[in-house]
């Protein structure tokens, strides 16, 4: 049983950056990808970046790209989501999910390929 812990979250303010980090335990990390994904209040849970299981491969939503980096670090079990020049549209709270056979961005932006989910974290930008 694959299990996700996020952490990293909180309050700031517009303009500023957060580094959000995922722990996985319990499978085998160098052979899930792993997807960073966001619901805000009264909308639908919506993708946000992705990483290969190789790490080869990032994948990233139109309003992600240019102010989100997605990282992983096999040897930690961990990957990160670097956030900056936040928005207040980017509030929200923010979940990692795990998927053990996806590979490319058509599968890895879709929730319904993930298995396996983390707690979330929140995240909230003031103006």
């Known amino acids: 049983q694959v299990h996700l812990v996020e952490s990293g979250g909180g309050l700031v303010q517009a303009g500023a950056s957060l580094r959000l980090s995922c722990v996985v335990s319990?499978?085998?990390?160098?052979?899930?990808?792993i997807g960073w994904f966001r619901q805000a209040p009264g909308k639908e849970r919506e993708f946000v970046a992705a990483?290969?299981?190789?790490?080869?491969?990032?994948y990233y939503a139109d309003s992600a790209k240019g102010r989100f980096t997605m990282s992983r670090d096999n040897a930690k079990n961990t990957v990160y989501l670097q956030m900056n020049t936040l928005k207040r549209e980017d509030t929200a709270v923010y979940y990692c999910?795990?998927?053990?056979?996806?590979?490319?961005?058509?599968?890895?932006?879709?929730?319904?390929?993930?298995?396996?989910w983390g707690q979330g974290t929140e995240v909230t930008v003031s103006s």
């Open positions: 999910a795990a998927n053990s056979w996806g590979e490319h961005e058509l599968t890895l932006s879709n929730r319904n390929a993930y298995g396996y």
């Open positions: 990483v290969s299981a190789s790490g080869d491969s990032t």
């Open positions: 319990g499978g085998t990390f160098s052979s899930l990808a």
